[in-house]
């Protein structure tokens, strides 16, 4: 019961602060449960909440569906002969598992077991540092997650330029921010200081003290809505544009010529590279005027002095993404948009150690050229992890190293994967697959076990993700369990699936560097008390606030590099990128709309919804009732020029596949460029109508063909495709409308 004297509650129920974490948002909730079913009654935002103000979206809104409704699993099930499933005790599922662990890895080697964090994974703090130390402890280099098959390009961006120790500017105290292909009033993701926490109110007051944003999209977004300048580009074209915008910079001079030569290699290749795409060259490639590429320029680089580039899966899915996302973050270098020697640091962490922050390059550390390299397409590691994009490839190539056990964590890789028919082939074709999910999901439907966890109110946690850069003050906050588990039921806490495997395997564990007693397993306040073992406050006072609190923490400012560090320089313009650039110039710029000898009408973008994350809560009633199906979304003027109304049944063709779809107007597309939401789509053996579930775009993107050459990571936007008319009731045989010119 929290101590807020605001809150009463009717007989028999009590009222619980807590906080989400479905996303990155962490948005603070209120929770009503009836003690006589431990059911919860009522959840909306906590308006006293100091991160999020009251703010919550629909799927916090619907937790009492996800938690309570009947598409939960609430009990481990193992794959029979015929395919069905059947209730098995969770110990004897452990302990099945775990032999065929044992037995895999003892004939193949220990890379043959694979490990993937989904997206849920990410937001549950104990089975985050729980998997690692498993990982390690089974000493497998088949780490695989969401990342190398979303924004991977941030992470060869970073190795390939280097990185700020400091960080970079915080929106809290900047004066212009950039959004690249990110729409964060939509998919409350956090990059690089972007507030998610009540995005709405927080971009508004931004603009009440002065703030400018600068908008890069194919569609007029929900943020866009906000923008002092809308790039409306093509799909994929985010390198042309930004070579343009750093050409304009250099050309004026509105770089900064401090930093520049105090931190900076590569500014005579950078200005050789970028020279050729001019304000005028980028209209004709990329579709933004001259004059508002000049501007943008102007506005970001010289009338601003604070504020930084940021991006999410626009560019980050599209081709040569790498490419894209090193000209982003040359632009931020450029202009020197970093805290400095000096500068105070507004979130020191409430729930970290102190530790110096320092103004100093992070060298470029290119893993993939010097670590280890998988069998597979000769492809390297990021921090550690192998490439999501070719997890297919190491499940169905023979050989040393071949995965042939996989534990999926909090995600659904069958929808999240290129090509899904030979993603499905690979899942089945596994010896052993184990899904950690609450719900019958695409990929669960293929596991020999799945093991149903605990959901977010019935668990203790922490925000520890992104604490620093999530939060813009020293915040934390300490949930309890709010609900205990559903009757009956023998879900699971992620974290102890990890722990109780390594206990039959005889592994000993250390968690977070700690060795954990392999024979009386810890509580889940245990596991947080050793996250916050050295933390500023003490994890029994963060205890003692419900509903979070910003900790008054001894001020802290950036202090000077390390001697040692004190020479290390951003690498702007590397070889490896100075040809790729050199290529995009050279191209021909129609090649954009052409595939296997065919020359196609539209570009295909991915685009989030907000009632779901990414392949998540689709099947919960209320939001099955708003968004039933993913349709594609296309300007009027294209649906007119195609002969086509709103609401027309459609194909979706590209060079490998071909999707229905019900076509839907929307005035925010600009001409040429389509839309669909990612995620959606039953498995193909379910036969269900297109209204009942929707598709997968990525039955249109091959596994090996559209992707980027260092990270595997496939071209999900840009694809080139285009609209077919259909029959309400065809299914096969299109016939074709004409394209649009």
Same mark, same amino acid.
């Given at each position: 019961?929290?101590?807020?004297?605001?809150?009463?509650?009717?007989?028999?129920?009590?009222?619980?602060?807590?906080?989400?974490?479905?996303?990155?948002?962490?948005?603070?909730?209120?929770?009503?449960? /009836?003690?006589?079913?431990?059911?919860?009654?009522?959840?909306?935002?906590?308006?006293?909440?100091?991160?999020?103000?009251?703010?919550?979206?629909?799927?916090?809104?619907?937790?009492?569906?996800?938690?309570?409704?009947?598409?939960?699993?609430?009990?481990?099930?193992?794959?029979?002969?015929?395919?069905?499933?059947?209730?098995?005790?969770?110990?004897?599922?452990?302990?099945?598992?775990?032999?065929?662990?044992?037995?895999?890895?003892?004939?193949?080697?220990?890379?043959?077991?694979?490990?993937?964090?989904?997206?849920?994974?990410?937001?549950?703090?104990?089975?985050?540092?729980?998997?690692?130390?498993?990982?390690?402890?089974? $000493?497998?280099?088949?780490?695989?997650?969401?990342?190398?098959?979303?924004?991977?390009?941030?992470?060869?961006?970073?190795?390939?330029?280097?990185?700020?120790?400091?960080?970079?500017?915080?929106?809290?105290?900047?004066?212009v921010w950039m959004f690249v292909g990110y729409n964060p009033l939509v998919s409350l993701l956090g990059n690089n200081g972007t507030p998610v926490l009540n995005p709405t109110k927080r971009m508004k007051e931004a603009r009440v003290r002065g703030m400018k944003f600068i908008v890069v999209d194919p569609r007029r977004t929900e943020t866009a809505h906000y923008a002092d300048?809308?790039?409306?580009?093509?799909?994929?074209?985010?390198?042309?544009?930004?070579?343009?915008?750093?050409?304009?910079?250099?050309?004026?001079?509105?770089?900064?010529?401090?930093?520049?030569?105090?931190?900076?290699?590569?500014?005579?290749?950078?200005?050789?590279?970028?020279?050729?795409?001019?304000?005028?060259?980028?209209?004709?490639?990329?579709?933004?005027?001259?004059?508002?590429?000049?501007?943008?320029?102007?506005?970001?680089?010289?009338?601003?002095?604070?504020?930084?580039?940021?991006?999410?899966?626009?560019?980050?899915?599209?081709?040569?993404?790498?490419?894209?996302?090193?000209?982003?973050?040359?632009?931020?270098?450029?202009?020197?948009?970093?805290?400095?020697?000096?500068?105070?640091?507004?979130?020191?962490?409430?729930?970290?150690? $102190?530790?110096?922050?320092?103004?100093?390059?992070?060298?470029?550390?290119?893993?993939?050229?010097?670590?280890?390299?998988?069998?597979? $397409?000769?492809?390297?590691?990021?921090?550690?992890?192998?490439?999501?994009?070719?997890?297919?490839?190491?499940?169905?190539?023979?050989?040393?190293?071949?995965?042939?056990?996989?534990?999926?964590?909090?995600?659904?890789?069958?929808?999240?994967?290129?090509?899904?028919?030979?993603?499905?082939?690979?899942?089945?074709?596994?010896?052993?697959?184990?899904?950690?999910?609450?719900?019958?999901?695409?990929?669960?439907?293929?596991?020999?076990?799945?093991?149903?966890?605990?959901?977010?109110?019935?668990?203790?946690?922490?925000?520890?993700?992104?604490?620093?850069?999530?939060?813009?003050?020293?915040?934390?906050?300490?949930?309890?369990?709010?609900?205990?588990?559903?009757?009956?039921?023998?879900?699971?806490?992620?974290?102890?699936?990890?722990?109780?495997?390594?206990?039959?395997?005889?592994? /000993?564990?250390?968690?977070?560097?700690?060795?954990?007693?392999?024979?009386?397993?810890?509580?889940?306040?245990?596991?947080?008390?050793?996250?916050?073992?050295?933390?500023?406050?003490?994890?029994?006072?963060?205890?003692?606030?419900?509903?979070?609190?910003?900790?008054?923490?001894?001020?802290?400012?950036?202090?000077?590099?390390?001697?040692?560090?004190?020479?290390?320089?951003?690498?702007?313009?590397?070889?490896?990128?100075?040809?790729?650039?050199?290529?995009?110039?050279?191209?021909?710029?129609?090649?954009?709309?052409?595939?296997?000898?065919?020359?196609?009408?539209?570009?295909?973008?991915? $685009?989030?919804?907000?009632?779901?994350?990414?392949?998540?809560?689709?099947?919960?009633?209320?939001?099955?009732?708003?968004?039933?199906?993913?349709?594609?979304?296309?300007?009027?003027?294209?649906?007119?020029?195609?002969?086509?109304?709103?609401?027309?049944?459609?194909? !979706?063709?590209?060079?490998?596949?071909?999707?229905?779809?019900?076509?839907?107007?929307?005035?925010?597309?600009?001409?040429?460029? !389509?839309?669909?939401?990612?995620?959606?789509?039953?498995?193909?053996?379910?036969?269900?109508?297109?209204?009942?579930?929707?598709?997968?775009?990525?039955?249109?993107?091959?596994?090996?063909?559209?992707?980027?050459?260092?990270?595997?990571?496939?071209?999900?936007?840009?694809?080139?495709?285009?609209?077919?008319?259909?029959?309400?009731?065809?299914?096969?045989?299109?016939?074709?409308?004409?394209?649009?010119?």
């Amino acid at each position: 019961m929290s101590e807020r004297e605001d809150i009463q509650t009717p007989p028999g129920t009590r009222e619980v602060l807590t906080f989400c974490r479905i996303c990155a948002g962490k948005c603070g909730m209120k929770i009503t449960v /009836d003690d006589s079913t431990n059911r919860m009654v009522d959840v909306r935002g906590d308006h006293q909440h100091a991160m999020t103000s009251g703010y919550a979206c629909i799927k916090g809104l619907q937790s009492a569906a996800i938690h309570h409704g009947p598409q939960r699993l609430l009990k481990p099930l193992k794959k029979q002969p015929d395919g069905s499933f059947a209730e098995i005790p969770l110990a004897q599922a452990l302990d099945e598992i775990a032999a065929r662990i044992r037995t895999l890895t003892a004939e193949s080697g220990a890379d043959t077991l694979g490990l993937f964090r989904g997206t849920a994974h990410y937001s549950n703090s104990t089975a985050f540092a729980m998997m690692s130390s498993f990982i390690r402890a089974t $000493r497998t280099r088949s780490r695989f997650s969401t990342m190398t098959i979303d924004q991977s390009a941030k992470w060869v961006a970073e190795q390939r330029l280097g990185n700020w120790g400091a960080g970079r500017n915080r929106f809290n105290d900047s004066d212009v921010w950039m959004f690249v292909g990110y729409n964060p009033l939509v998919s409350l993701l956090g990059n690089n200081g972007t507030p998610v926490l009540n995005p709405t109110k927080r971009m508004k007051e931004a603009r009440v003290r002065g703030m400018k944003f600068i908008v890069v999209d194919p569609r007029r977004t929900e943020t866009a809505h906000y923008a002092d300048i809308h790039l409306q580009l093509f799909p994929g074209e985010d390198p042309t544009l930004f070579a343009g915008l750093l050409r304009c910079i250099l050309a004026n001079g509105w770089e900064d010529r401090e930093f520049c030569a105090r931190h900076v290699n590569g500014l005579d290749a950078l200005r050789r590279a970028v020279d050729p795409f001019t304000p005028e060259y980028v209209e004709r490639r990329a579709g933004v005027p001259a004059g508002k590429l000049i501007a943008a320029a102007e506005l970001f680089a010289s009338t601003s002095q604070r504020g930084i580039a940021v991006s999410a899966t626009g560019p980050d899915m599209a081709p040569r993404s790498n490419l894209a996302e090193h000209l982003i973050e040359v632009l931020n270098v450029v202009c020197g948009r970093f805290l400095r020697e000096g500068d105070t640091v507004q979130n020191p962490g409430a729930m970290s150690p $102190r530790r110096p922050i320092r103004a100093e390059v992070i060298a470029p550390g290119r893993s993939w050229e010097t670590g280890y390299k998988s069998r597979v $397409r000769n492809l390297g590691t990021l921090y550690g992890e192998k490439m999501a994009g070719a997890l297919a490839d190491e499940i169905l190539t023979p050989g040393d190293g071949q995965i042939r056990a996989l534990i999926v964590d909090g995600g659904n890789p069958v929808n999240a994967l290129p090509e899904r028919g030979r993603a499905i082939e690979a899942m089945q074709a596994l010896d052993l697959l184990v899904t950690i999910d609450p719900y019958m999901s695409e990929t669960a439907q293929l596991a020999h076990y799945i093991l149903p966890p605990t959901l977010m109110f019935e668990r203790a946690d922490l925000p520890l993700l992104f604490e620093r850069s999530g939060f813009p003050e020293p915040f934390a906050q300490y949930t309890p369990a709010v609900l205990p588990p559903p009757a009956g039921s023998e879900v699971v806490e992620d974290w102890y699936v990890f722990y109780a495997l390594a206990q039959r395997l005889g592994l /000993d564990m250390q968690f977070e560097g700690t060795p954990l007693d392999m024979q009386n397993a810890p509580s889940n306040d245990d596991l947080l008390a050793l996250l916050l073992r050295d933390s500023e406050v003490p994890f029994d006072e963060i205890k003692k606030h419900p509903g979070g609190k910003v900790f008054e923490l001894p001020p802290q400012t950036v202090a000077a590099a390390k001697p040692e560090r004190a020479a290390n320089r951003f690498e702007v313009m590397p070889a490896d990128v100075f040809e790729e650039l050199a290529e995009v110039a050279a191209e021909d710029a129609a090649q954009a709309l052409q595939r296997g000898g065919r020359q196609f009408g539209f570009r295909l973008s991915v $685009r989030r919804s907000r009632d779901v994350m990414n392949t998540t809560f689709r099947d919960v009633p209320a939001i099955r009732k708003r968004v039933p199906y993913n349709p594609v979304f296309l300007n009027p003027q294209d649906l007119q020029t195609l002969g086509l109304v709103d609401g027309a049944p459609v194909f !979706i063709e590209s060079a490998h596949g071909r999707i229905e779809a019900i076509a839907e107007a929307d005035a925010t597309m600009r001409q040429g460029v !389509i839309s669909m939401f990612h995620g959606f789509g039953k498995m193909p053996n379910q036969h269900t109508d297109y209204e009942d579930g929707g598709v997968n775009i990525n039955d249109m993107v091959p596994t090996g063909e559209y992707v980027e050459p260092i990270n595997a990571m496939p071209w999900y936007s840009a694809v080139p495709v285009d609209i077919v008319a259909r029959a309400a009731d065809e299914h096969d045989q299109p016939q074709r409308v004409s394209q649009r010119q």
